[in-house]
């Protein structure tokens, strides 16, 4: 019996929209990793380039030398990584670093190097929906109906990826929210997720401390509330995409998600089996850090980018959608 994955957010820079820079060192970035393991994070995302709205590009070296140490001294402690970069060349050096899964926020877009990087590798892809840099993003936001031109946006890159060699159970789909989405088109991307679902990859929603969040939460001024104040909505998401099957959530701030996540899958089981709620399932002590990711999707043949010796099958976390 599956449940939603929790990926817990490592930036390692300065700028963050969420986070602003709190742990751009790489030992706090390792502790702080640490940290939302013993929270319940599944996955730990590591990156090294803001893609905060208007935020110019870190040159290829500055990437480098931000993510690897961290990814490094991650993955030798355990933990399930992925590393959250555009370029091929990074994706590359994080994987031989240790890193299981890349989060390419441009979906292999931004690097015609990255796919073939994803097929000789053979780990895990998060494929997220994109238009352009953080410099440009904003002004690239023109859709007929927004959750219709996403997926077949993606579903135009799935073909690209699969025809440089990537295997479809390689594959994560991610609508993008808040990359060239302004706060109103985001809604029907969570509320019409299925669609999304429909393509049969799993899904990863990334809602956490966005804009369109801080938008929803605007007091009386009407000014947005700032990022750390979104966490709370951030676990709402997390509970709604959870229950509408979303493989895995990306969130700065774990325990709450990784609460929901347990719960969602708690109420989903007892309403198929009718059994107690309570039953033990998955990664429930939240320290143990040996997570089994499993992209399978129910039609497709699992991948599996997370298994770790001598962590015993009972310390296993396999979501299913
Ligand atoms: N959002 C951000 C960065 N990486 N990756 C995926 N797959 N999905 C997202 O929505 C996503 C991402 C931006 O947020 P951050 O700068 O706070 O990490």
């Known amino acids: 019996m599956g449940r939603t994955l929790v990926m817990g957010v490592v930036n390692v820079t300065p700028d963050s929209f969420s986070d602003g820079g709190a742990w751009y060192e790489p030992d706090a970035a390792v502790a702080h990793g640490r940290e939302l393991l013993g929270e319940g994070a599944d996955i730990l995302d590591v990156?090294?380039?803001?893609?905060?709205?208007?935020?110019?590009?870190?040159?290829?070296?500055a990437e480098l030398a931000r993510v690897l140490p961290v990814v490094s001294a991650l993955a030798a402690g355990g933990a399930v990584v992925s590393v959250d970069t555009t370029r091929a060349v990074v994706a590359e050096q994080a994987v031989a670093a240790g890193a299981r899964i890349v989060n390419d926020v441009s979906g292999g877009l931004a690097d015609p190097a990255m796919a073939d990087v994803v097929a000789r590798t053979g780990v895990a892809y998060v494929c997220m929906h994109w238009r352009g840099h953080a410099d440009v993003m904003d002004d690239?936001?023109?859709?007929?109906?927004?959750?219709?031109?996403?997926r077949d946006e993606l579903a135009a890159r799935v073909t690209a990826l699969l025809a440089a060699g990537v295997r479809s159970d390689q594959l994560v789909l991610d609508p993008g929210l808040g990359f060239s989405k302004s706060g109103a088109s985001n809604w029907p991307l969570l509320a019409r997720l299925g669609e999304l679902e429909e393509l049969g990859l799993p899904v990863l929603v990334g809602a956490s401390r966005k804009r369109f969040l801080g938008h929803l939460l605007a007091r009386s001024d009407g000014r947005p509330v700032p990022p750390l104040l979104r966490d709370d909505a951030t676990a709402a998401v997390t509970t709604l995409a959870a229950a509408a099957g979303a493989w895995c959530v990306r969130v700065h701030s774990v325990?709450?998600?990784?609460?929901?996540?347990?719960?969602?899958?708690?109420?989903?089981?007892?309403?198929?089996?009718?059994?107690?709620?309570?039953?033990?399932?998955?990664?429930?002590?939240?320290?143990?850090?040996?997570?089994?990711?499993?992209?399978?999707?129910?039609?497709?043949?699992?991948?599996?980018?997370?298994?770790?010796?001598?962590?015993?099958?009972?310390?296993?976390?396999?979501?299913?959608?």
């Not at 893609?51 to 290829?60: F, I, L, M, Y």
């Not at 998955?282 to 089994?292: L, M, Q, S, V, W």
Request: avoid cysteine; glycine fraction near 16%; hydrophobic fraction near 30%.
């Open 47 to 61: 990156g090294g380039e803001s893609t905060r709205p208007g935020a110019t590009r870190v040159p290829v070296e």
């Open 140 to 150: 690239l936001e023109e859709y007929d109906d927004v959750v219709t031109d996403v």
């Open 255 to 321: 325990r709450a998600s990784a609460d929901a996540v347990r719960v969602v899958a708690a109420w989903s089981r007892a309403g198929r089996t009718g059994a107690e709620s309570g039953t033990t399932i998955g990664t429930e002590t939240g320290t143990e850090t040996g997570a089994e990711i499993d992209t399978r999707t129910g039609t497709g043949t699992a991948v599996e980018v997370g298994a770790r010796p001598g962590t015993g099958g009972d310390s296993t976390a396999r979501a299913t959608t």
